[in-house]
């Protein structure tokens, strides 16, 4: 672990012992640790079937956790300073939103013919919210988890992700797809996944980081539009599937065209849905090229497909917005970032670059001064390293 990852974990924990320090049941609490994820490239294709590229870092979700002798779950939020106590089967919803992503995590575990008892969890992290690193795939992924080795449910890693996707479009209500629970359950040090979201087939691509760094810009902003137009996207590609499969039933999502068919049916489709499609053919090409030049060892040339897929997200799919365009544009003139682009669903968020090593100070320099300059926010930089996904953690006494 990080010296960063350690002293959260460690936190976690004595903000457990706080809390439950004195209750009888609290002897034999254990530790878990998921992560928050970036992703490459390879953006919004994980519902349409395709690729993706992301890698886990070192930014978590840590859960101290152990179970009740009785049937009360007793849910302490350490960053929020907020407790939320219910019976086990008592999945009705709470006023505390965050507890959202607990019970529908419990009520997959229902759904699935499982059971589980009472337990008590103190958890937390610093995987910033709405920054579009997945702090809440994080949150699902590591409490499944910890359920599942502190009850024994006998869940594989993949049912884990699964099931944790299934929460998030269940209870929550998002209709993510799978890439953010995949890369915090299956994330590999120093690799990038390559992730087929067809057949769940993945690779992992060992990510040179002696010469560059990743260096994450959080624009601080959380446009509301962002969850409805997700579902929108999600609906606009249907509709492009929908138009295509007149003449070609056998196609079943937007993986199943190319760029060229696309612009076969441009007229049917219509401006929006149209440019919907093409970003989205092309982009699921453009993940398979990037991953050749990773294996050629070609950063320079992975890092130009970085900023077309921000030109498609941009222009053609439209999910950024004025401030991850602004971080966009002021890496153009500068010679020691190869590749930038919005990450994750968009309309804020952070921007992901990728910087040579010896110019990452002056990068962060100037991007802090030109964004408070213009929108007056300080600027968060974060300079992440990829780590392991989900895990349980043992620390010393
Ligand atoms: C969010 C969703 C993911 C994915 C990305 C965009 O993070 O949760 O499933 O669609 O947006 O790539």
């Known amino acids: 672990m990080t010296s960063t990852e350690l002293s959260t974990a460690e936190r976690i924990r004595e903000k457990y012992i706080a809390h439950f320090g004195d209750n009888t049941d609290a002897k034999d609490f254990r530790l878990f640790r998921s992560p928050g994820r970036i992703n490459l490239i390879g953006e919004h294709t994980d519902y349409n079937n395709g690729f993706v590229l992301p890698a886990s870092v070192d930014k978590a979700v840590y859960f101290a956790i152990s179970p009740r002798t009785d049937n009360q779950v007793i849910l302490h939020a350490v960053d929020l300073n907020e407790t939320y106590t219910f019976q086990v089967e008592d999945l009705s919803k709470p006023d505390q939103k965050w507890a959202y992503f607990q019970l529908g995590i419990i009520e997959q575990i229902y759904k699935n013919g ?81 992730l087929d979201c067809r057949s769940l087939e993945y690779e992992y691509f060992p990510f040179p980081m002696d010469e560059y760094i990743l260096v994450l810009c959080n ?24 138009v295509l499969q007149k003449n070609h039933p056998e196609i079943k999502s937007l993986r199943d065209a190319t760029p060229a068919l696309i612009e076969t049916y441009k007229d049917e489709m219509g401006d929006v849905v149209y440019r919907r499609c093409k970003y989205m053919t092309e982009e699921i090409e453009r993940v398979q090229v990037a991953c050749d030049f990773l294996t050629a060892g070609d950063l320079i040339s992975f890092g130009k497909k970085m900023y077309e897929t921000h030109q498609g997200l941009q222009h053609e799919y439209e999910v950024s917005c004025d401030e991850l365009d602004f971080l966009v544009d002021q890496t153009f003139d500068d010679p020691s970032v190869i590749g930038a682009r919005m990450m994750g669903g968009g309309f804020g968020g952070c921007t992901i670059n990728l910087v040579k090593k010896e110019g990452v100070e002056a990068f962060e320099t100037k991007m802090k001064k030109a964004y408070y300059d213009k929108f007056q926010i300080e600027l968060p930089c974060y300079r992440v390293q990829i780590t392991d996904g989900t895990e349980e953690i043992v620390l010393n006494a």
């Open 114 to 194: 499982l059971n589980i008892g009472g337990f008590q969890a103190a958890f937390g992290g610093d995987v910033p919210q709405g920054a579009g690193m997945s702090s809440s795939a994080a949150l699902e992924c590591c409490l499944l988890f910890a359920l599942n080795e502190v009850f024994n449910l006998g869940l594989d890693r993949f049912s884990i992700v699964k099931m944790s996707q299934k929460a998030e479009n269940e209870y929550v209500g998002v209709q993510c797809g799978i890439m953010d629970q995949f890369a915090s359950g299956f994330g590999k040090k120093e690799a990038v996944i390559r």
């Open 219 to 242: 624009t601080l902003v959380e446009h509301s539009l962002a969850s409805s137009e997700y579902n929108t996207r999600r609906l606009e590609c249907e509709k492009g599937v929908s």
